[in-house]
């Protein structure tokens, strides 16, 4: 079975920047982040297809979130600039080991790692 290894959480300065990564076992078809603030739902971060590359984007982060995926070391990275205190949270990094049909929805995802804790300070 397809395990997650995540890094790269911490805590940074409004406007810092922070770089997440992502390390699968195995194969899989998507991988992406959620997130989850004290109080709130789980909400869709980013994700990206492994064969094409295709990337989609919560409009929240769009233009300061980038994910990446190296396909030889089947890690995926989430490279999150200009943050705002209203990104703090735990993210959880996930995959899909089949195609996903709502790939912000995460039911749709079947493997997932242990969580980083981002927190960004005002």
């Known amino acids: 079975q397809v395990q997650l290894g995540e890094s790269g959480g911490g805590l940074v300065q409004a406007g810092g920047s922070l770089r997440l990564s992502c390390a699968a076992s195995?194969?899989?078809?998507?991988s992406g982040w959620f997130r989850q603030a004290p109080g709130k739902e789980r909400e869709f971060v980013a994700a990206v297809m492994w064969t094409a590359g295709s990337t989609f984007y919560a409009d929240s982060v769009k233009g300061r979130f980038t994910i990446s995926r190296d396909n030889a070391k089947n890690t995926a990275h989430l490279q999150m600039n200009n943050l705002k205190p209203e990104d703090t949270a735990v993210y959880f990094c996930?995959?899909?080991?089949?195609?996903?049909?709502?790939?912000?929805?995460?039911?749709?995802?079947?493997?997932w790692g242990q969580g980083s804790q981002v927190t960004v300070s005002s």
């Open positions: 195995g194969r899989a078809y998507v």
């Open positions: 996930a995959a899909a080991t089949v195609p996903v049909f709502r790939i912000f929805e995460p039911m749709q995802y079947d493997i």
